[in-house]
T-cell receptor
Framework: EAGVAQSPRYKIIEKRQSVAFWCNPI?????LYWYQQILGQGPKLLIQ????????DSQLPKDRFSAERLKGVDSTLKIQPAKLEDSAVYLC????????????FGQGTRLTVV | AQSVSQHNHHVILSEAASLELGCNYS??????LFWYVQYPGQHLQLLLK??????LVKGIKGFEAEFIKSKFSFNLRKPSVQWSDTAEYFC????????????FGSGTKLNVKP
């Protein structure tokens, strides 16, 4: 079974620029997550989708971050404008979304804001 | 708010030494518990999970974990580590009312010296 695909793997941008990340979850997985992992910390949930609806975006800095999951399949996460403190690895994960299950993670996108 | 604590931030062991990594959570209700591992340059992978039943669960590569409900703990163990176990280990918790909401600890970096 194909895993969670993310692109790009690495991105370096200057502060105040914008950036977008893409995620394609495992086929058939209804739940999609975006996590932010700052160096030395565990993954922090930014947003959780169930199909194409948002379940939880309480930790998403909505003044600069946005995410969408059109058609309930792949998803994009955007940052505009970026700040230095946004430097992190952005992880996408997916799960079946029904009953007791595990989350499957992509390789992540390492963002460096200079 | 729910939280997951991993008190060992960095552990260094020699090969064949025994390993125990601590994980405590603050959620008072029923939870599902996970240990994920991230090998250098790779994505997060599931090591083992506890949903119900026998509180001693066995995972891949000789790892096991014990759920002690009274202590809100889910410690990871391995009797004899190998150099290939060098990785970062994350404990995660999902509350029973929302199987799909994962809370992660800050991670423990394990270095195994050959």
């Amino acid at each position: 079974e194909a895993g969670v695909a993310q692109s790009p793997r690495y991105k370096i941008i200057e502060k105040r620029q914008s950036v977008a990340f893409w995620c394609n979850p495992i086929s058939g997985h209804a739940t999609l997550y975006w996590y932010q992992q700052i160096l030395g910390q565990g993954p922090k949930l930014l947003i959780q989708f169930q199909n194409n609806g948002v379940v939880d975006d309480s930790q998403l800095p909505k003044d600069r971050f946005s995410a969408e999951r059109l058609k309930g399949v792949d998803s994009t996460l955007k940052i505009q404008p970026a700040k230095l403190e946004d430097s992190a690895v952005y992880l996408c994960a997916s799960s079946l979304g029904q009953g007791v299950t595990e989350a499957f993670f992509g390789q992540g996108t390492r963002l460096t804001v200079v | 708010a729910q939280s997951v604590s991993q008190h060992n931030h960095h552990v260094i062991l020699s090969e064949a030494a025994s390993l125990e990594l601590g994980c405590n959570y603050s959620y008072g209700g029923t939870v599902n518990l996970f240990w994920y591992v991230q090998y250098p340059g790779q994505h997060l992978q599931l090591l083992l999970k506890y949903f119900s039943g026998d509180p001693l669960v066995k995972g891949i590569k000789g790892f096991e974990a014990e759920f002690i409900k009274s202590k809100f703990s889910f410690n990871l163990r391995k009797p004899s580590v190998q150099w290939s176990d060098t990785a970062e280990y994350f404990c995660a918790v999902t509350p029973i009312y929302n199987f799909n909401k994962f809370y992660f600890g800050s991670g423990t970096k394990l270095n195994v010296k050959p």
